[in-house]
């Protein structure tokens, strides 16, 4: 069964960290373009991060940028969006989604991404 599972949020304070997981089964993330997204309520959909497949290259949105890092580890077929210094405006439902045709270059204005997550909350909050 093709599919990718996320994982790792929670809540947690302002200044906190999280690690969150896509995990992908059915197919080998290594050939994919993955790229993380959230929505908060009443909100647009926010394009978070993305890492491109075959080169790994790395595009943040300018929000998260110092902040969040994107990273594959491919012999668990999970790409990691670890997330620093998190902050109130963070907080949103995250997913992931992978493509093996699109590249970060047209991320985030492409987002018809072929494979989704069903997505995690993460709530930054005192």
């Known amino acids: 069964q093709v599919q990718l599972v996320e994982s790792g949020g929670g809540l947690v304070q302002p200044g906190g960290s999280l690690r969150l997981s896509c995990a992908a089964s059915g197919f080998t993330l290594d050939d994919y373009t993955i790229a993380w997204w959230r929505q908060a309520p009443g909100k647009e959909r926010e394009g978070v991060s993305c890492i491109s497949r075959s080169v790994d290259s790395t595009k943040y949105a300018d929000s998260v940028k110092g902040r969040f890092t994107i990273a594959r580890d491919n012999a668990k077929n999970t790409v990691y969006l670890q997330m620093n210094s998190l902050k109130p405006e963070d907080t949103a439902h995250y997913h992931c989604?992978?493509?093996?045709?699109?590249?970060?270059?047209?991320?985030?204005?492409?987002?018809?991404?072929?494979?989704w997550g069903q997505g995690v909350q993460v709530t930054v909050s005192s």
């Open positions: 989604a992978a493509d093996p045709w699109a590249s970060c270059m047209g991320w985030p204005d492409y987002a018809d991404y072929f494979y």
